[in-house]
């Protein structure tokens, strides 16, 4: 069955580096969103993307933050400039967006952890 | 503004014993979709069951079994002779139909442990 995948599983970086989380959505999905999740808390929303632009964003998703497909099947989450509380484990996910079908499939995960 | 609100924090049972995990949601559209999603020990979110709006049919799959009343805005996850390997955090989610693209929000989860 396909799968959504992520790599790393994890990465660990030091305040103010750049980090480039990497995401491998369902081949015949077109909606691709990221999410986080700090530790013992709700998943949250960050973005969707659909035909190679941001279709939404959250608050959370500000500057420092950008995505990117940079070919036919990868989707990238890059935080510019790290800070402590961005430690969390972000998830990717992907969707067809067919009508009656609106769920959305996770990978598992990349745990982030600042320094 | 959508909201999901799963008032339970965490349930402990022993094995065999059914458990219901309760959830109420608020929304303005008319037309909506709900889910379940399961998060075991390992960390990674799976898809468990979408209900949309206009279908309030209950589901039943195996053990599992979904209570959809749009009256009191509720979306209950019942699990029939519990076992160990369905402990888990369980969240709840909404999304809206504004777009094919639209995002999920998740309520703050519930953490299920069933002891043997």
């Known amino acids: ?3 959504v995948t992520q790599t790393p599983s994890h990465q660990v970086t030091q305040m103010g580096q750049e980090v480039i989380l990497r995401c491998v959505p369902i081949s015949n999905h077109l909606y691709f969103y990221w999410y986080r999740q700090i530790l013992g808390q709700k998943v949250e929303f960050l973005v969707s993307f659909y035909n190679n632009e941001i279709s ?3 608050e959370i998703f500000d500057d420092q933050f950008s995505v990117e497909r940079p070919d036919g ?3 990238t989450l890059k935080i510019r400039s790290t800070k402590l509380e961005d430690s969390a484990m972000y998830f ?7 009508m009656y079908k609106r769920e959305q ?8 952890t600042v320094t | 503004a959508q909201k999901v609100t799963q008032a339970q924090t965490e349930i402990s049972v022993v094995e065999k014993e ?5 959830c109420v949601y608020e929304t303005r559209d008319t037309t909506y979709y709900l889910f379940w999603y399961k998060q075991p020990p390992s960390g990674e979110l799976v898809f468990l069951i979408r209900r949309n709006s206009f279908d309030e049919q209950n589901e039943i799959s195996g053990r599992y079994s979904w209570n959809f009343q749009k009256s009191t805005s509720s979306f209950n996850f019942t699990i029939t ?3 160990v390997v369905d402990s888990a955090v369980y969240f709840c989610a909404l999304s809206d139909p504004t777009g094919a693209n639209s995002k999920l929000t998740f309520g703050k989860g519930i953490t299920l442990s069933v002891r043997p």
Request: proline share 6%; with cysteine; glycine share 12%.
């Open chain 1, 56 to 58: 939404e964003k959250s």
């Open chain 1, 1 to 3: 069955e396909p799968e």
């Open chain 2, 18 to 22: 059914d458990v219901t995990l309760d």
């Open chain 1, 105 to 112: 499939y996770f990978g598992p995960g990349t745990r982030l």
């Open chain 1, 73 to 75: 099947s990868n989707f």
């Open chain 1, 92 to 98: 990717c996910a992907s969707g067809t967006g067919e």
């Open chain 2, 81 to 83: 002779a519990s076992q």
